[in-house]
């Protein structure tokens, strides 16, 4: 009963917890630093919806480095933005989207008044031209333009304090617009733009975003509009029109605001756009192009057809002229209609026979008997000739180049003409980019009208009405669960709504705001886990009390990772045992006094011990000179044969390098020879002991043959002797001689005998020829032949003189051969030694 009141209480603690976390989420919506925390995270989903395409219409005339290296500093003299924008309608944009503010008149370059007095009194020290370029009222040149093309929008800014006013261009160029909007650009708290207003109403009009003015779009229903006393939408959505007739639904959050899908690319992958240093070369090249043809025109080599090059050339000037002066835009047209025709008869002249034909007639003017000095005439001429055409050429070719990019780049397009040089201020932050251009929200909003993509976020109250119920539920699942179940039920009640909410996001644009859902179950959450975190400590110090003394740390930790592995003591199981001796170390200590014995000893176990525990092994006690080991627990190793018999072949590598050492610096008298028994079978494996000192240990007759297998090496003369049943667990690639079967003492049942001897890639040829010998003397000696058997075991000795093994077979059938055995001999030799 008290467990159970005791379970209660922790759920009804957690619920507790969970129900007060939620109603904290309504408090921390007032701060600006949970909303950020809520954008950034929108930020991170928005990489859940496929790329948003911006509009391939969309061309960006920038006014960059390029730009400003060819005209100077900025600002610009108006002249300068008034010829651009010509040539940009020179190859007929959809439309031309002005991002220059243009609220201030232009400054004179002299006072106006004074210099036409000095002019009037002195006209002959002042060129008309001269007086043309300084009183050229700029501001009218661009405004004429401006309403010649008849498609150029240009930008106004919202002002908000006491009242709301519009900082506008100035009046003779808003006249003359064909549109404008507004360019306020929402900044959020943490710097981040991801928010636009598209409509506002001051002074009782309506004004559209820059980027939606251009695209003309327009409220479907402006009657059921709500603005408040600052002239912001409060509708929740507006239906709103297109150029095309087409309506477009738009989401708005309750600020008028709608979500700006931006590029994940950078600006300038973005869009498509080119220097206005390009406008500039084009407008060089025409002007150089006509140049030369005027002194080709002076130099007489344009005949009465080529003429009518200049005239086309004079009547496209006077028709841009008076198109500005008028602001007929079906001028321009005109205009358009000339320059085309111009390049078109220059590039007909350039590339037909004028210059052969030119040069035929001087050829003939030359022939015959004429003065030297008509004949220096004709040859200058004919320099001439050879010089300007190919020059005037390739003006031609420049012109006809930049000709094909601009109408490509320009051509039905929603030109954008903006600052984007590296001095530029105007730069803004999206969630993808850092530095993304101000100039492309207006790309981005046209894009996003265009394409229909708009993203919808639902209200906090909606995602924090979901939260608690969803809360609530996983709340009562987890405090009814324990362990690695609860641990399991908060991470789906962590990761499922994400998925949901992101999955919702992908396939609908609808967003709802996943930290204040989410906040309650990540708190609850870590309250589980943290109480998950202190059962698992407790657990762990206790494993860690029980193993200390005789497991590895590397073995501990694991066990502490994985206590799922630890098996209750006492338990049955199919483990490889390992016992290893120092040959004669008895004498070796009656040598060395006790210190030094203990110091020898210490060095030697350390290196073994350190071999076993890199094998994965777990030491179970030291007798001695005397390891006993074990390998396949307390950590299952379906491998423990395999790794038995590397640490046993490890240990004896390791052997030699020390002895080198022991030896060399005196710590031992002569080289420590260590022998070594495996074996593998079953074993009872577990915590022995009382409740005051308990030792983790195996028993079993498979650890006593083990034991006596170590002793066995002795009478055969070998290092390492292994089982028949480690011989069947093992892997290929090792090396082993098999020898004969025997009964040891303390064991009735016969054993096959192994010697270990080490890899089979590191064995040498002779040594690989004297084991197929042995082996087959080994067959001969177990079906009696002694003569023959003695005879390979002979051979093999004759290879490797000190060979144990075959010593002992040679001497074995030597007796057979004076004594022969019973008949009812089963070929088991009785080892009464242990």
Request: net charge negative; proline share 4%; hydrophobic share 45%.
């Amino acid at each position: 009963m008290v467990s159970i009141h005791t379970l209660s209480r922790a759920r009804a603690l957690l619920i507790a917890l969970a129900l007060v976390v939620t109603g904290a989420i309504s408090l921390l919506n007032q701060f600006s630093w949970y909303q950020v925390i809520e954008s950034r995270v929108f930020d991170r989903m928005l990489w859940v919806l496929p790329e948003s395409p911006t509009d391939d219409t969309i061309t960006v005339v920038a006014i960059d480095d390029r730009a400003l290296e060819r005209v100077g500093e900025w600002p610009w003299s108006r002249a300068v933005l008034a010829d651009g924008l010509v040539t940009v309608a020179e190859f007929s944009p959809h439309s031309i989207l002005l991002d220059i503010e243009l609220s201030e008149q232009s400054p004179w370059l002299v006072e106006r008044g004074r210099w036409q007095r000095i002019a009037a009194e002195y006209p002959q020290a002042v060129p008309r031209s001269v007086l043309d370029e300084v009183l050229i009222d700029r501001d009218k040149l661009l405004a004429e333009s401006v309403e010649a093309l008849g498609n150029v929008y240009i930008p106004v800014t919202v002002e908000e304090g006491d009242v709301v006013r519009l900082r506008s261009a100035i009046p003779i160029i808003r006249r003359a617009a064909a549109g404008e909007g507004f360019v306020n650009q929402k900044i959020d708290a943490d710097g981040v733009s991801r928010h636009v207003e598209l409509l506002r109403r001051i002074d009782g009009e309506l004004m559209m975003q820059l980027g939606a003015a251009v695209l003309g779009l327009r409220p479907s229903d402006p009657e059921r509009l709500e603005f408040n006393e600052m002239g912001r939408l409060m509708n929740s959505s507006a239906s709103f029109t297109t150029e095309s007739g087409d309506t477009l639904r738009i989401p708005f959050n309750n600020q008028g605001e709608m979500i700006i899908r931006w590029p994940r690319s950078s600006f300038a992958e973005s869009f498509h756009q080119f220097s206005w240093a390009t406008l500039i070369e084009y407008q060089e090249a025409i002007a150089d192009l006509e140049f030369n043809l005027r002194i080709m025109d002076e130099a007489g080599y344009l005949d009465q057809r080529s003429q009518a090059l200049l005239q086309t050339a004079n009547a496209a000037a006077d028709t841009l002229a008076i198109a500005r002066a008028s602001g007929n835009p079906t001028l321009l047209g005109e205009y358009r209609r000339l320059r085309q025709a111009f390049i078109a008869l220059a590039g007909g002249f350039l590339q037909g026979g004028a210059q052969q034909q030119i040069l035929d007639d001087l050829r003939k003017m030359a022939e015959g008997d004429i003065p030297d000095s008509i004949a220096n005439q004709l040859a200058d001429i004919v320099e001439d000739v050879n010089t300007i055409f190919p020059a005037t050429r390739e003006i031609y070719q420049e012109v006809e180049q930049l000709r094909r990019f601009l109408d490509h780049s320009l051509a039905s397009s929603r030109s954008m003409v903006g600052y984007t040089a590296t001095s530029t201020t105007d730069l803004g932050v999206t969630p993808f980019d850092a530095e993304f251009p101000n100039l492309g929200l207006h790309g981005t909003v046209m894009s996003m009208m265009r394409n229909g993509s708009f993203i919808q976020r639902g209200s906090w109250i909606l995602s924090w009405v979901l939260g608690t119920i969803w809360m609530l539920a996983v709340a009562v699942v987890v405090g009814y669960s324990s362990g690695q179940r609860s641990l399991a039920f908060a991470l789906a009640g962590i990761t499922l709504p994400i998925v949901i909410v992101a999955v919702v996001l992908r396939l609908t644009s609808y967003y709802l705001p996943i930290v204040s859902f989410m906040l309650p179950v990540v708190v609850v959450s870590l309250a589980v886990l943290a109480r998950n975190y202190l059962d698992a400590l407790r657990d762990r110090q206790v494993i860690r009390a029980t193993f200390e003394h005789y497991l590895a740390p590397e073995v501990i930790n694991e066990l502490v990772e994985h206590p799922d592995r630890i098996g209750v003591g006492g338990q049955e199981k199919q483990l490889t045992a390992l016992f290893t001796d120092i040959v004669g170390f008895s004498r070796i200590s009656e040598i060395l006094g006790t210190a030094d014995v203990v110091a020898l000893l210490n060095e030697y176990l350390t290196e073994m011990s350190d071999v076993i525990i890199d094998h994965r092994g777990t030491i179970d006690k030291y007798e001695g000179d005397a390891i006993m080991a074990f390998f396949g627990a307390p950590l299952m190793d379906d491998s423990h044969a395999e790794q038995a018999c590397r640490a046993a072949i490890q240990m004896k590598r390791v052997e030699t390098l020390l002895n080198d050492r022991l030896v060399r610096n005196g710590t031992a008298p002569r080289a420590l020879i260590t022998r070594i028994g495996v074996n593998t079978g079953s074993m009872i494996v577990g915590n022995l002991g009382t409740n005051r000192r308990l030792n983790y240990t195996v028993m079993g007759p498979a650890v006593n043959l083990a034991a006596r297998l170590e002793g066995i090496n002795k009478q055969y003369g070998t290092a390492m002797c292994v089982s028949e049943l480690t011989y069947t667990e093992l892997p290929p690639g090792f090396l082993l001689r098999r020898m004969d079967r025997v009964r040891v003492h303390g064991i009735d049942d016969p054993v096959r005998l192994y010697e270990l001897i080490g890899y089979s890639a590191e064995s040498s040829a002779p040594l690989r020829e004297a084991l197929e010998i042995f082996e087959r003397g080994l067959s001969s000696f177990e079906q009696r032949e002694w003569g023959d058997a003695r005879n390979r075991f002979e051979t093999v000795l004759r290879i490797y003189s000190d060979d144990g093994p075959s010593k002992l077979f040679v001497k074995r059938c030597d007796q057979f051969l004076n004594e022969e055995p019973r008949d009812t001999w089963d070929g088991v030799i009785n080892l009464t030694e242990k």
